[in-house]
């Protein structure tokens, strides 16, 4: 019988620990998240692509996983998109998506190594949250964009009861370093009955 990982994936954990439940979960990940209607990727692919005309602007999809998020960008026309993640078992299932131009895996102890100003966008869906990655990250990949750089992210109904996430979002919207170009509360799992919020910043 295959593991279950849903309902047990939302709790605090040390990023060594996060790396390590998303390794075991790499090969079931998709049936089991596919098989609750996972809506957010593509809704966030739709969003952008309702801002972003050149579809050839490259994005880097930060915590890619197995390559949905990436997979819901090149079917909203977008052409180069380069994925990162914790999991190098994720990454494996990636990689034979064929969607990628690179593949990076992060390491737990070491920032992201991102060049600032490199991606004119930067995704992180389904990424920063409960379970996943801490909302220090937001400030991470909002630093990494040049200035106009589009950041492009959700956050799930569990993420959204603890107010330090929206906080950070916040304490860049609320001095004008940031300005908000989109927000939507909708589908996330529909088969969970949960929700998200999708966001697109644009850093000043």
Same mark, same amino acid.
């Given at each position: ?22 390794? %075991? ?20 692919? !739709? %969003?952008?692509?309702?801002?972003v005309k050149d579809k050839t602007t490259?994005?880097?999809? $930060? ?14 026309? $977008?052409?180069?998109i380069d994925g990162m993640d914790l999991?190098? !078992?994720m990454l494996a299932e990636a990689r ?5 131009? @690179? ?32 909302? %220090?990250? $937001? ?42 170009? $989109? ?9 969970? @009955? ?11």
């Open positions: 019988m295959t593991d279950k990982f849903l309902d047990k994936v939302y709790c605090a954990r040390t990023p060594d620990e996060t790396r390590d439940i998303y390794d %075991a979960w790499s090969k079931s990940y998709e049936a089991e998240i596919s098989g609750n209607g996972y809506a957010t990727p593509g809704r966030v692919a !739709e %969003a952008l692509a309702g801002i490259p994005i880097l999809d $930060f915590g890619c996983g197995t390559g949905l998020s990436g997979l819901a960008l090149k079917l909203a026309g $977008f052409e180069v999991s190098s !078992e034979t998506k064929g969607i990628y131009r @690179n593949l990076t895996q992060v390491a737990t102890d070491a920032p992201p190594p991102i060049t600032q100003g490199a991606y004119p966008i930067i995704t992180a869906i389904g990424v920063i949250g409960l379970g996943a990655a801490p909302h %220090a990250l $937001f400030d991470t990949l909002m630093k990494a964009l040049g200035r106009g750089g589009l950041f492009a992210f959700s956050f799930n109904d569990h993420t959204l009861e603890d107010p330090a996430y929206e906080g950070r979002l916040n304490e860049w919207i609320d001095p004008g370093a940031a300005r908000l170009r $989109f927000r939507e509360y909708g589908a996330h799992l529909p088969g969970k @009955n949960m929700k998200s919020v999708v966001y697109i910043v644009e850093k000043n």
